[in-house]
């Protein structure tokens, strides 16, 4: 059964961190690529990282290159997203998505995924 599990999210101030993790069946996870995607109210669903299903490929949304790092451990199913830095225009839905195709768009459209997590809430203060 196809599964996404979302946690780690919360409420921090500005400058503070916080890590998402996202547990994944087998079906899921084996040779997918891994994302998260964040949904502000009032906006669209939005890219945020992706990691390809060995790790060596990784890529960021320009918003947050250099404080969020995305990573995942394959014995666990487990993809992470170390946010740092976080400021109050990361307060977002943020959701896990997994087995993303280019035949269905591209990787930072929603549409390009198959698969969702139900999401995790992110509240970053002033």
């Known amino acids: 059964q196809v599964q996404l599990v979302e946690s780690g999210g919360g409420s921090v101030q500005a400058g503070g961190s916080l890590r998402l993790s996202c547990a994944a069946s087998?079906?899921?996870?084996?040779?997918?690529?891994m994302g998260w995607f964040r949904q502000a109210p009032r906006k669209e669903r939005e890219g945020v990282a992706a990691?390809?299903?060995?790790?060596?490929?990784?890529y960021y949304a320009d918003s947050v290159k250099g404080r969020f790092t995305i990573s995942r451990d394959n014995e666990k199913n487990t993809v992470y997203l170390q946010m740092n830095s976080l400021k109050p225009e990361d307060t977002a839905m943020y959701y896990c998505?997994?087995?993303?195709?280019?035949?269905?768009?591209?990787?930072?459209?929603?549409?390009?995924?198959?698969?969702w997590g139900q999401g995790t809430q992110v509240t970053v203060s002033s």
């Open positions: 990691i390809s299903p060995g790790g060596g490929l990784i």
């Open positions: 998505a997994a087995d993303f195709s280019r035949g269905r768009g591209s990787l930072w459209s929603p549409s390009g995924w198959r698969y």
């Open positions: 087998r079906y899921t996870y084996s040779s997918n690529y």
